[in-house]
């Protein structure tokens, strides 16, 4: 079954609006989430690093005050899209590793966003 | 140098022939490998863990080659399910590198 849970999984809004996608870790305590865009035809790209308790960790480009991220449970973490336009239509996707070594990500269903 | 290089493809092979795909990266200190499927608009599943003993599973070998530092998946007989976006996925020290992904289309 599902380890990650992803929602909504599709989410059509108008501009200026904001979007929260959640992403729930149902097997398992997760202190640390990611959340990844892609873009058509294009990779996955790390957008931040959700940390439980704490501020997420953005990487280069990804505006923090645009993209908010709240993990205030250990099986919760939320991205909010903030006043969103059509250049943040996109795919969204949460995943998590569970545990430490070898363990591999698992991946939310992902959160396909149109704005228009 | 990129962390992780794929050929993007698309690789097109027909129904039954056998493709492999390789993954090269630079950070020698990369500790766990993988390889995911991805289908269009769906999020990457886990194919497999890549060993450098080499891991089987079905129609799918995977191989790690610390030396020359790269992966490497082989599907034999491929179907027509196939057809997806394969990328290999590299960790290490909390750090999470993606390849670009390989795409592949297998064809009757």
């Known amino acids: 079954g599902a380890v990650v849970s992803q929602h909504p999984s599709w989410v059509i809004c108008k501009s200026g609006t904001s979007v929260k996608i959640e992403c729930r870790s149902l097997d398992f305590q997760a202190t640390t989430m990611f959340w990844y865009r892609q873009f058509p035809k294009q990779s996955l790209m790390l957008m931040a690093t959700s940390n439980e308790g704490s501020k997420a960790t953005y990487e280069q480009g990804v505006e923090k005050d645009k993209f908010l991220i709240n993990h205030a449970s250990l099986t919760l973490s939320t991205l909010t899209v903030t006043s969103a336009h059509p250049e943040d239509s996109s795919f969204y996707i949460c995943?998590?590793?569970?545990?430490?070594?070898?363990?591999?990500?698992?991946f939310g269903n992902g959160t396909r966003l149109t704005v228009t | 140098r990129k962390e992780v290089e794929q050929d993007p493809g698309p690789f097109n092979v027909p129904e039954g022939a056998t493709v492999a795909f390789n993954c090269t990266y630079s950070n020698s200190a990369s500790q766990s490998f993988f390889w995911y499927r991805q289908d269009c608009r769906k999020e990457p599943k886990l194919l497999m863990s890549v060993y450098s003993s080499g891991n089987e599973d079905g129609r799918f070998t995977a191989q790690l080659n610390r030396a020359s530092q790269y992966i490497s998946l082989l599907i034999r007989d491929s179907k027509l399910s196939d057809s997806a976006t394969y990328l290999c996925?590299?960790?290490?020290?909390?750090?999470?590198?993606f390849g670009t992904g390989t795409r592949l289309l297998v064809s009757p």
């Open positions: 996925v590299l960790t290490g020290f909390q750090k999470l590198v």
């Open positions: 995943s998590v590793k569970p545990g430490q070594g070898n363990s591999p990500l698992h």
